[in-house]
């Protein structure tokens, strides 16, 4: 048999991300991803309208210009803490389905009024593949089942 | 301060209950109908791969890839799950395939006890049995109305339902295809995966079964209504909680574990196993849900080459800037390059890919033991597999999955492979060795830990094989306590069985206060004159056995024969090698030999006669003889008067008869037959002659009756013509007399010098054989497995390494061969009857080791570890 050439995953193009070198020809000191620049920018505005519009309360001319300054830092920091989190793996897209579910969908308080249903069909004991064989030895002397003191699944304990 | 905890604490803190609402709308048979799919759930048989050849891997791998290949444009979902053993099961077969156990003595060991502690012991170890299932998306869910017929069976009236059931026939057949060798489910495995997956880690309730194929709405109630899930918000677990009515909830806290980052393989070549298969491995149950979809080439081609024209965009960018693209994207160019010709030129088998979630789920009874399994999980994947093993919040909706039916995430930890890296995944192989029925004999160690089942006569009974069974390994290498455990089993069973053990410990068994009243220990240094006469250790044929006169006739010559080759090796065997060397001695002592002739009633004392009546030279050979005669001893082969028929009717009356020769000398197989003491250079034709003797007993019981023969230390057996012949006859007539025979030696060479073995033996054990060249004898000639596992059988039951002290889980571990021909790595059990372990114990101090420091119920030692018990144990 011929040797079989080697077997991989599809990930190594789909792990790649286009970063922003900056303008045509100046290179930034730093290689953001654009989904990073977009994070930024994203969360600089919420931070800069928040600032801004509490600044303008005391002197609308600071918090038109010292609103989106402040607000900068914040932004960055923000986005440092939260861009690990964010991968080929996790993309935004998923958070954006993972946080609210975890919130959804349940109910507050775990407490029995459940309703009890009740079962319609007949429910017969089937020996292999159920627990009933756990819980018994076979015996010749009586050709029964025998219960078994020490259950399989207690022994852990 | 106060505030924000408090707050996170509403937020994160209070345990929530999941809404259980399953998508399953109906089960019928092996199909399932959700809200708008309909599966199709099947299982797949277990495949062979431990100790496989590369061809016979590459040969199921390439099977495999064709299955799923062939499925393209199918939604699929392997679930894989384990069963306890079935042990009641085992039990109730074992006791009806045992008709006469051994009668009981009062107050001591039942036939009862002894069923009872191999099922603990099956029952408190970890021995499950691994379920694979597969289920395949059919299509949409079919109207109610075609459904029912269906169910009905009648011939279905519309085009769509004669459509929808020539798709399910055809995926049957295509599923049943070697590789998979998959059967649909029955309702039953239906229910219980169902309930399995609702439960997962809880024990089966015990109404896991239906009357009836068909479950429809309220009914599937009973899944989901015996079990509560609760979560915290972005918390690591999911509490189950199982409500049987009647008993104590039982908790079980499970953690989904899905997996990141796969490497580029070598399969099969690179040794590693099937990248699912490691789980088997753990001392950690674990089970498996992989959903996705097998996307067909022509829906990928867009998807493939916007990816190939990104990465050359990135690559062009970082160029526009005079920067050398990081690695990643020259290789990310590469693969995509390649993926896009795999996909756009490629056959199905290339260029189908998997596209989906693949998650395993642990569990453990509290939140502390379900993480710390997680980590041994991700640990050994990332160590040994190089693959990222990510714990992501979300895991109720992630637990969801391994329900048949539900969905599954189409975001995050999304992975996409060619289905020949899907493939190599390779749930389904297990390692299943042994006789499907008969006693507990250890369990597998080489992938997942099985139970084992031995049954001696299931060759001859079954297969018309022989049953010969050959054991080799190095001293200390745990022969004696196989031969130990195998003839409890057989003794206890009720079989007749003899044992030879020329050094003894063995005869310890006949002392077992259960066996003691059906034992006799036949110590041969006290038996009667004559007893190993070569002449008379050969049976006679009898008349009857034979279907004409022609087939007696040549029966009775082939006994003269053996006879006269018994008689010249034994003389051989006393002679000096000086005097071997010189040719004139084979033909003084044949012709001798010739002219006494072959028939029973020979005295030895005949051929020195004859010697003594040739020339110079035969004289000398006569006195060489009549002086070995009379060693100590001398007179069991050469008796003073014509012997009588020996005494092998002592051997008749008891179940079990163990035969000794203490105070023998046996030579060392590795020293050279010129360095043997004089002593030695005797014991060798008693201890060869004693083979004989012990194997005569086949004959002394009718023909059909199960019996069994051990031959512990039969070496140099092969060194001679009749003990090459004896193996023949053995391998023969084991089979038509239905006797086990198992021979125990130090060299693999004893029993393959006899030749054409595949032919005479019923399967082989070989434990450690350190030196590797005689390792690869063992391995092609006996195992008949590839010559490049031979490095397993120098690791088996390893000794101390310095420093360490001697690991009691690492002792009798064997490979095996079984009856059909699969191989794997066992290891012997024998802790499971306490009164055997004490028996077969042969290292010194060992006993008094054990009793003080081995915490009790321990099985696999990991486990120990894994709770702390180890510690604990040893404190309480
Ligand atoms: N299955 C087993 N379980 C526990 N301990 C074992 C097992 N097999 C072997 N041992 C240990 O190994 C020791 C040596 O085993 P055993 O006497 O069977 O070896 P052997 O191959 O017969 O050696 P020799 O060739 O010297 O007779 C035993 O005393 C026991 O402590
Ligand atoms: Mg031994």
Known sequence: ?157 | MNIGKGLKNRVFGRERVVELDLEAREIVGHLLVTRTSLWGWYGLAPQEWTFTSEDTRTRLWDQNVHRYAQLAGHAIRVRTSSRPFPAYDFARKLDQDTPNPLPDVPGVETFDTYLEAQQRRLHTSLLDDKIVTLGVRLGDAPPVKILRSMVRGEAPSTGAGAKLLEEIKQLNQHLAGTGFDARPLSPTQMAWLMHRSCSLGMPVPPHAGVAGGEWTGEDLYAFTDPVDWFYKPMGRTVRLVGLTPGEKPVERHVAVLTLGRMPTREFPQDGIDPWMLATDRLAVPVEWSASGYLVPPTALRSAVEFERNRAENIDKHYREHEETPPPAVTRGIKEAIATYDEVTEGDARTAVRFAGPIRAAVWGTTEDECLSHARTLMDRYGESYRIEVAHPPGQVELLREFIPGELWALSGYQRRMSVGYFAAGMPHVSSSVGTPTGPYLGYTTATARRAVLHDGHFPMERLNAPGVVPIVAEPGGGKSTLVGVLAYHSVTRGQPTIILDPSGPLARLCQMPSFAPHARHLNLTDAEPGTLAPWQLIPEPQPQEFRSEREYGRAKARAHAERKQLGFDTFRMMLPNTTLRNPATDKRLRDAIRYVGGSVSVNPHQVIKMLRAGDEYAREIADLLEESSEFPLGELIFPTDRSSEFTAEAATDKQLVVITMPGLVLPSPDTDRDHWSIEELFAQPLLHLAAFYTSRFIYRRSMGERKNIFLDESHFMGNWGSGRALFVRLGRDSRKWNTAVYTSSQHPEDVLSVGRVEALIGGALVGRLEDLDIAEKAMTGLLRAPKEYATAVTKLSPRPAPGSTFDVSRTGEFIYRDCYGRVDKIRVDRDWAPELATVLETTPGLPRLASKEAPPQLFIDEVADLFGLGRDGAAA
């Open chain 1, 1 to 157: 048999m011929s040797r079989v050439p080697s077997i991989r995953t599809d990930d190594a193009p789909r792990r790649l991300r286009a970063v922003w070198l900056g303008p045509r020809g100046h290179t930034l000191s730093w290689a953001w991803e654009y989904r990073r620049w977009a994070t930024f920018g994203a969360i600089w505005l919420g931070f800069s309208a928040v600032l801004g519009l509490i600044l303008w309360q005391a002197e609308p001319l600071l918090g038109l210009i010292a609103g989106p300054m402040w607000a900068m830092p914040f932004a960055h920091l923000v986005t440092a803490r939260l861009m690990p989190y964010v991968d080929y793996d996790r993309p935004i897209r998923y958070w954006r389905r993972v946080i609210p579910g975890e919130w959804k969908r349940s109910q507050q308080t775990p407490t029995g009024e459940r309703q009890v249903r009740v079962n319609t069909r007949e429910i017969v004991v089937v020996h292999d593949w159920s627990m009933e064989v756990l819980r018994t030895l076979y015996l010749r002397s009586t050709d029964r089942c025998a219960p078994l003191a020490q259950p399989r699944w207690g022994w852990r304990q």
